[in-house]
């Protein structure tokens, strides 16, 4: 994927940049978006299996389709609160271009029958005006209650804490028992959905120094934005 243009330079623009334009310019200097391969990150799951999390790259566009349409009706339905049967052309598209809109999506792949498989899904964004990661994701039905999703998180609890956010973020349907008790287990706190009656939002607040972020390209990437701008925040 083609590299994201620097961030323009706002030094010496007269005054302190507003802090939502700050943080996200910080993240685009500090991620290198050339070089996606360096955010992979190898989790472990209840078992001991071996999971890898890294960054959508073009190449997964027909597997990552296939993962979608692989889901049961239920799995795509809680997902993305509508019955499709895949992803729309469009939303692909989209999910394929990282750090486009503030948004990022990853896989994580497994060794299935010899293969390596994308076995989950996560897409984030980064709100920068209110230093939010929102996130949504997804498990294939065949690996749900492995501790897939657990190890996720926390994967994504890296990259917030990371990229400066303050807190994590998510919506869910009032059915979706899995997502809700997942999200409470996980330490998150619930609030009603400020426009949708049928969703519950669940947040947390993310407070880890970067020299305590516990995956290593992530305690990384958080030790180089502090290293660019000191008074940076974890
Ligand atoms: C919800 C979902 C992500 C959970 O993934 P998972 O990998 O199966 O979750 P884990 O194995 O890590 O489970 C962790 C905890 O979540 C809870 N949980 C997960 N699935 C559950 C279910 N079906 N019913 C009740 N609790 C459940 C349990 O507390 C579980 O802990 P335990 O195994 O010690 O009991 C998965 O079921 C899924 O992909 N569903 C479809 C898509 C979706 O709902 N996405 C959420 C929208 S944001």
Known sequence: ?????????????????????SLWARVMSTLRLEDLKQYSDTLRI???????VRFVEPRDSDELQHYFRSLSARSRYNRFFGAISELPQGLLRDFLQIGERERFSVVATMMVDGFDTIVAEARYALHAETATLEFGLSVADRWQGHGIASALLKNL???AAALGAEHMRGDTLRSNEGMISLARKSGFAFVNHPDDWKLVRFDKEISVAPKDIPCASWRLVALSRQADSPSASA
């Open 1 to 21: 994927m083609a590299a994201r243009p620097a961030p323009p330079d706002h030094r010496g623009a007269g005054g302190p940049l507003p802090r939502s334009l």
């Open 46 to 52: 209840r078992h001991g299996e071996a999971l890898h």
């Open 157 to 159: 609890e890296c990259r």
